[in-house]
């Protein structure tokens, strides 16, 4: 695997492995914009070339001539990365190494080239990717409520949520997830469809419901819990029985719903044709919508920028 990828976080520390341990540097810091090549992926991290360099405004410090006057002058390009938070020195010197630039960083700060960075912060712009090729992964995968496994081809609802929030969990706990996401996430995801969203409303501290639904509120990630059989004959918390999450495009930004559902199995759908089936249970209690990524949105760049 090599993917040229780009940092979407500013001052995100590139880091040496001793042994095993990933130290971050706090002299190499890559800001938003930086190209970079992916070699491979471990646990929350990957290894990286980096190709362009995007730093800090006064990036390519250059000694001038005798005759030039008591000045420095910026020279742009990748080829001169000299900074003054370096120390005067290149990446390649401080780290001891010749010809590109090589490191770990979190793989969360990481996003393909073509899509758009867009209005999000670093760990919804990885989640909603994710999920986005997570779905087209399986798309043949039926829907059943007997045989929930995508890798033996059926899932149902709950169980597809729990599938791709339990798989982005793994790949980010060497990276954040031990320090930003809850220790029972995978825990909050292992049952039904009802008991997801009451799991984590109690852990998240609330959910949107009744007039405090809105479309316009729904971020990549979060999960809409519906009341969707009238007279369902089983007795569910608040009548949730059916559950889907929201994934914006990736590169488009159009909002969707990924989903399995009965008669199509894991899919998009794109989220105004879905709202248009459910139109008169927005602004009512058989409507809910939770967000298990609530914390690692908010300090997920502070946190990047200091691990």
């Known amino acids: 695997m090599r993917n040229y990828m780009q940092i979407v ?28 090549e992916e070699s491979f992926r471990a646990d929350g991290w990957s290894f990286i070339d980096v190709r362009t360099m995007s ?25 001169f990365m000299r900074n003054r938070a370096l120390g005067g020195r290149t990446l390649p010197e401080i780290l ?15 996003l393909p080239i073509g899509y758009r960075p867009g ?45 791709a929030n339990c798989a982005i969990y793994d790949e980010l706990v060497g990276g954040v997830a031990a320090e930003l996401l809850p220790a029972k ?4 995801f292992d049952t039904a469809a009802a008991w997801q969203m009451t799991g984590w409303k109690k852990e998240t501290g609330g959910w949107l419901t009744g007039k405090a639904f809105s479309t316009d509120k729904l971020l990549p990630g979060m999960i809409i ?32 719903i990924t989903q ?18 459910w139109k008169k249970k927005i602004g009512t209690d058989d409507l809910y919508a939770v967000d298990p990524y609530a914390k690692a949105r908010a300090g997920i760049g502070a946190w990047l920028s200091t691990h």
Request: net charge neutral; aromatic share 8%; with cysteine.
């Open 9 to 36: 976080s500013d001052n995100v520390p590139l880091a040496r492995d001793f042994g095993g341990l990933r130290e971050p540097n706090p002299r190499t810091r890559l800001s938003a914009g930086t190209l970079v």
């Open 55 to 79: 730093m800090a405004p006064t990036s390519g410090w250059l000694s001038p001539r005798r005759d030039a006057g008591p000045k420095c002058e910026a020279i742009p390009g990748p080829g």
């Open 96 to 110: 001891g190494i010749g010809g590109a630039t090589q490191g770990w960083v979190r793989s969360v700060a990481l």
């Open 119 to 163: 209005l999000f912060d670093p760990l919804t712009l990885y989640v909603n990717r994710r999920l986005w090729e997570l779905t087209e992964k399986y798309d043949a995968v039926t829907y059943s409520q007997k045989v929930r496994d995508v890798e033996k081809g059926s899932i149902d609802c709950s169980g597809w949520v729990e599938f």
């Open 185 to 188: 996430f995978k825990k909050l």
């Open 225 to 256: 819990g519906m009341n969707a059989v009238a007279n369902d004959a089983i007795e569910r918390p608040k009548g949730i029985d059916h559950i889907v999450q929201v994934a914006w495009h990736p590169t488009t930004h159009v909002p969707h």
């Open 260 to 277: 399995s559902s009965g008669g199509q199995g894991v899919n998009f759908e794109d989220m105004d044709s879905w709202f248009k089936k």
